[in-house]
RNA sequence: UGCCCGAUAGUAUAAUGGUAGUACGACGGUUUUUGGUGCCGUUUGUCUUGGUUCGAAUCCAGGUCGGGCAACCA
């Protein structure tokens, strides 16, 4: 296999590794989400990542949830994640707890006290945060430090038995006060939480800290390469600390910049903040970032790992694109999508030398990037057809390339008309388009001769079906709205939802199956959403097509 | 005024001491029964000041700018 793409800081250091034979030529990764809420694109880059490189390397990727703060996690965020990684088209090789490892754990915390490493301390939040220091001003020690190792054990067990409520003691690491990395001066283990656990229930009223819990389940795992966000870098002395006093088997964490994308948010707390306040309306919102957002917006799973493929992987704070996550989606679709037409703001056309009482079903390729256009479906087409309101000006520019008195277009898959009259009502608005059609000019078989510039979608009104479209923008009308002035929700995009209730769609649209991609002809990439019944159809606008005429339009 | 991480076109990302490349975007052309797609082309970049070297985006030193660190969150 030719492998074109060069490689990142990451598998240059795994590809080291492997030339020294570390770890007998194991890659073992890890991806370890929070069970607290649901995934998102940053989290499908990291997913990208770790499971890429191992399967890159010949190695394997264990599943496990961080769940070491009951308070804040839920079986619900649990079957989510696993779907959502399922969905993204990884397996993984195990599915793992940090609560599974709860007893091991108390295990280690015992040794390093039995060690003098580590110590009970009664002192309130404030008070320990206090005897800290700052990061310019060294910590100071608190009474409690020079507890005995006798005394720690004891207290440490009545933690572990309930005697004390919450916030009483702590179980805190001896390291150093003075320590200019902040997380080093004697950081907390273990905190009493009286608090029911998604998955040990009841059993524990203490729970260790990420920071005696992530690397020590890394390590239990023998997970070899332990990739996480770059804010974790000053834990990484912390990380091996705790590895070396307890001589257990030593991971180590590497650390990558987490993805920023622009006009949207990408924090847990943030996107909880827009569910909860009703700003969207849910985790699976087609405006979140979230993946089962972007899944029911319209997204492929092959398009989110493109794109993390594309996006790359360095150690830089970055935001990227968003118009890279639409190229990448564009790429896909348009390769799979099948072609249909809808129109979204109907006007009337009528065609008024089509014989009385004629019939005629035409024929649509479904998609021609598809080798013999991946078949074709039947369009009844009559006198009376809806098309595009702005397919039609009144005054049209030269460059205008559609309908207006005496312009001709071509009906997709049908014939060329051309426009004789129209009709307005009182508010100078277009009621009717009335046109005369070319009989020899029809898709296929054209004779006529006649070359015209614009192709037009319609759908045949005594055949059309309805359906409703919902248009999604972006989220914020602001590129970074975690970085302006102010709460970020002043800076939701009010326009970030357009529903159009009755939109025409041609009839073989009724047997639109929910996960495929449709393209309707000039207008964008659709989706069948979760609310859609047979009765009431409801279509999701993945992502427009590129439309050089808006441009056009926007510049003059 | 402590410690840590980083800085290459508009946005990302390569070049690992030897011609600064790629993708997206933008712009222009071409093809087209989608103003889509495809194809062709154009544009714009090594934060700064010194040093080492025949040669520096790359190594060294100082500076500047951006980000992170003082949760009983992860």
Known sequence: MTEERSSNFLEEIIEEDL?????????????????????????????????????KYNGKTNLRFDDTNPTTEETEYVNSIRADIHWLGFEWDKELYSSDYFDTLYGLAVALIKKGLAYVDDSSAEEIALAKGTP???????????????????????????KYPDGAKVLRAKIDLESPNM?????????????????????????????????????IENITHSICTLEFVPHRPLYEWFIEKLDIFPSRQYEFARLNMNFTVMSKRKLLQLVNEKYVTGWDDPRMPTISGLRRRGYTPASIRNFCERIGVAKRENLIDLSLLEFCIREDLNKT?????????????????????????????????????????????????????????????KKFFRLGPGLMVRLKNAYIVKCDDFMKDDNGRITEIRCSYIPESKSGSDTSGIHVKGTIHWVSARHAKTAEIRLYDRLFRVENPSSEEGDFKEYINP?????????????????????????????????????????????????????????EVKKS
């Not at 060294?138 to 038995?161: C, H, Q, W, Y």
């Not at 006007?347 to 021609?368: C, D, F, S």
């Open 19 to 55: 030339s020294n034979n570390r770890n007998d030529g194991r890659v073992l990764t890890r991806f370890p989400p929070e069970p607290n809420g649901y995934l998102h694109i940053g989290h499908a880059k990291s997913i990208c990542l770790n499971f890429g490189i191992a399967q």
């Open 136 to 162: 310019t001003e060294p910590g100071i020690p608190t009474p409690f430090r020079a507890r005995s190792v006798e005394d720690n054990l004891l207290l440490f067990e009545n933690m572990k038995a309930g």
């Open 183 to 219: 997380h080093l001066r004697d950081p907390l283990m273990y905190r009493i939480k009286h608090a029911h656990h998604h998955r040990t229930g009841d059993k524990w009223c203490i729970y260790p800290m990420y920071d005696f819990a992530h690397g020590q389940s890394d390590s």
């Open 337 to 397: 999508a099948l072609r249909r037409m809808a129109v979204m703001d109907p006007v009337k056309l009528v065609i008024t030398n089509y014989p009385e009482g004629k019939a005629e079903i035409m024929q649509g390729e479904n998609n021609p990037e598809a080798e013999d256009g991946g078949g074709s479906r039947d369009i009844p087409f009559g006198p009376e057809l809806w098309i595009e309101r702005e397919d039609f000006m009144e005054e049209a520019p």
């Open 495 to 551: 326009d970030s939802l357009t529903v159009i209730k009755n939109a025409f769609i041609e009839p073989d649209l009724g047997n639109a199956q929910p996960g495929l991609g449709y393209q309707f002809i000039r207008k964008g990439y659709f989706s069948v959403d979760n609310d859609s019944t047979p009765e009431a159809l409801v279509f999701n606008r993945t992502v427009t097509l590129k439309d050089a005429w808006a441009k």
